[in-house]
């Protein structure tokens, strides 16, 4: 009998080894990096209340409560891992799993509690201000991503621009989206690689680009940069690729009409037109006429400026001149 209840204790052991093996692969991390010195992944500090001790985020229990609350609360920690995350759950969970983040257990703890709170107070809350925010930002990254791996450039307020154009029907910024809050968005998600230098051009914002090259680097290539035939050049390429299925239509109002309807507007001409009406693509189709009078006034304005402020100054120094050849020597 107790030879039986050795092996017995000894095989329920080694199943409770087997199976959390099997239930729980925690890969190795990636790199021997102290945990000590690295950051923690929630509070973005590597000291906390005077502790250093951090923990890798390997449970998958653990990794989908993490998940789970930072799509929830779009914030900080949401921006530090968007490149973690996808419309797949199951991969943004094993995504999490591989990546080497760690925390403080205290900041796992205190994060997770917090979103259990939220969950059971209410079914929905609406995102703030700040969350819509980095919401936009969140939408703004694959692009901003794109143009550091071309090393090309960009101000801070084109970018804004471009976020700003990715709202959606029912989302409204009460306050407004300022330069100085994208730029400490990008700051948080890429740190040290990217360069945000400031703009040689008055009233300009700053410009932004990767650390892998150099400001001399970026001097050059807007030297020999012609964005107005590069713009052109890519509009050009996606209308050419757009079927309006005309080809065996007469062409006259009601089919123009059909075409219109049924065809698909390309993504860089949305993007195109909402940068130059400064709304958000939505917005675009959805206007009457009388609003899109609105949208073209500015436009129509900017063109009439400068030969309005040409004939002001032509007519202000005329009259000066009169006033001078009327005046009566003394």
Known sequence: ????????????????????????PCPPPSCPKDPRTLICVICGNVEHKRHRDKYRICEYGSAEKFVNAAIYFQDEVFTRVADRLSNNHEECIKSVISADLYCHNTCLQSYLRKFDRNIKSTDHIKPDINNIMRVLFNRTLPYIGNLLAKGECCTMSDIVEFALSLLEEGEVLTSTFLNRDMKQLIISHYGHSVTISPNS??????????????????????????????????????????????????????????????TRIPGPLLTFLSALFKVPKYKLFQSSAHDIEELLQPLEDEVHEEPEEQLLHFTNTGRSSSTRTNKKPG
């Open 1 to 24: 009998m107790e030879c039986e209840t050795d092996n017995g204790a000894s095989t329920s052991v080694g199943f409770r080894k087997s199976l959390r093996r099997s239930i729980l």
């Open 201 to 262: 051009r008055v009233n300009e914002s700053d410009i932004i680009f990767s650390s892998d090259i150099s400001a001399a680097d970026i001097v050059i290539k807007l030297k020999n940069q012609d964005i107005m035939q590069e713009a052109g050049t890519q509009l050009r390429k996606v209308l050419k690729a757009v079927d309006f299925d005309l080809q065996d239509s007469f062409c006259d109002s009601t089919d123009l009409k059909s075409s219109w309807e049924r």
